[in-house]
């Protein structure tokens, strides 16, 4: 089979060998990846206490976004005063096992690993629609060895009125990042057909440099009908870093990501003012297609390595040659980057960080709730296998590939 008909196989049929919950697990070597029991315990739990009534209101009510009224709050054994208490979400508001987004009068100490975190406004994320719960966990830990996410992270157990809702995450918000950490002055969240979902502010920034800002984001979409080539991608690098934003696309296409158009964060970088981006929400991995537009994307996109063109830009630059090519160079960044160690690494400590949580019946029972039902080690372990067995095949393909490119 000669690389070029390997490649249009690799496109069209990818992850074929991804095991489902009936199919046997990859066999592998101890050497190559070791899923055992490290000694890890639950890091973090988050406990608190409302009416019977507050609380059949949120797991019966689909699709809207409450407020939760707090008898008490205790996290990590700390008993805190919360601001503000909602459900949050899209799609996961339609589970019992609700998201929550937390606004607490002082901070609340997170742990993971041996980072700790003081957050006094986080999400908690239910992970209702994320495979054996592991999917963000893997994507963010890839992003952090590329260079591509810095929000805090950490599962946790949350419960409610003395009982278990199940697994959770903890995750800083991406507003908090930019604007107090990175002293941001502006963060844009992009919707579809490149428009702006939300913007949050500095308070300490003038208005006329928001608005500056804010149309930043639309010089960025005027200058696709304006230039081509390089003087296409020096006129979006003074609105964007294009580096960081292809490395973020090569990432979502070396592992599949089905929706990503609508889930990334524009924040103004005050060290370069202008765009750098926050990528968010990674259950939906390891696709065989885009949710949007797959026969179009498809038809588009042809041999070209790239996942999906939902979004004006993301077009743009498999269109353009001059952009292709640099994006092909930050893809080769991603491999290099994301070596065959890394991978192992982040499987290893992926299995090692659910493996307490699995061993409890109360939380892993409340999987039950969830898109996918029945969570157990086995599968955790056979599923963790497989998706890494596949990566790094499809790793040392594109290394071959792009090196075959350049030759």
């Known amino acids: 089979m000669n690389l070029n008909f390997k490649f249009f196989f690799f496109l069209l049929f990818p992850f074929l060998v991804i095991s489902n919950s009936n199919s046997q697990p990859v066999q592998f070597n101890d050497d190559k990846l070791n899923l055992t029991d490290l000694g890890k315990k639950i890091e973090n739990s988050v406990s608190f206490n409302t009416t019977l009534y507050n609380y059949k209101r949120i797991r019966d009510t689909t699709g809207q976004k409450i407020r939760v009224k707090a008898i008490s709050l205790i996290i990590n054994g700390k008993t805190l005063d919360p601001e ?5 979400g899209q799609s996961s508001l339609y589970y019992k096992r609700k998201s929550y987004s937390f606004s607490l009068k002082s901070e609340a100490l997170f742990r993971h690993g041996e980072r700790t975190e003081s957050l006094k406004k986080f999400y908690a994320i239910s992970l209702s629609m994320d495979k054996n719960y592991s999917r963000n966990r893997l994507a963010f830990e890839m992003m952090e060895a590329a260079q591509l996410f810095h929000l805090f992270y950490s599962f946790c157990e949350l419960r409610i009125n003395g009982q278990s809702e199940g697994i959770y995450m903890v995750i800083e918000r991406p507003e908090d990042w930019a604007i107090k950490k990175k002293d941001s002055p502006l963060i844009i969240r992009r919707g579809y057909n490149n428009t702006i979902k939300n913007i949050k502010t500095n308070n300490n920034i003038e208005r006329g440099k928001a608005k500056k800002y804010k149309g930043y984001f639309g010089q960025i979409y005027r200058s696709l009908n304006k230039y081509e080539g390089e003087k296409l991608y020096r006129t979006l690098s003074n609105w964007l870093d294009m580096d960081v934003y292809m490395k973020w696309l090569a990432f979502n296409f070396f592992v599949r990501n089905s929706d990503y158009t609508d889930e990334v964060y524009f924040f103004i970088d005050p060290g370069t003012s202008k765009f750098s981006i926050i990528p968010w929400d990674y259950d939906d991995l390891f696709a065989v297609a885009p949710h949007e537009g797959n026969i179009e994307s498809r038809k588009f996109i042809g041999d070209k390595l790239f996942f999906s063109i939902e979004d004006r830009l993301d077009k743009k630059i498999v269109a353009d040659p001059y952009l292709y090519k640099i994006y092909l160079i930050q893809l080769k960044e991603l491999m290099d980057q994301l070596s065959n160690d890394v991978l192992k690494r982040v499987f290893e400590n992926t299995y090692a960080e659910l493996y307490p949580y699995y061993l409890d019946n109360d939380i892993i029972s409340k999987s039950r709730y ?35 490119k350049n030759n």
Do not use: C, G, P, W
Request: proline share 0%; net charge negative.
């Open 84 to 88: 503000e208490m909602n459900t949050r």
């Open 370 to 404: 969830d898109l996918y039902k029945d969570a157990n080690l086995k599968d955790l372990k056979s599923d963790l296998l497989s998706v890494y067995e596949n990566l790094i095949i499809y790793r040392s393909f594109y290394l071959k590939y792009l090196e075959s």
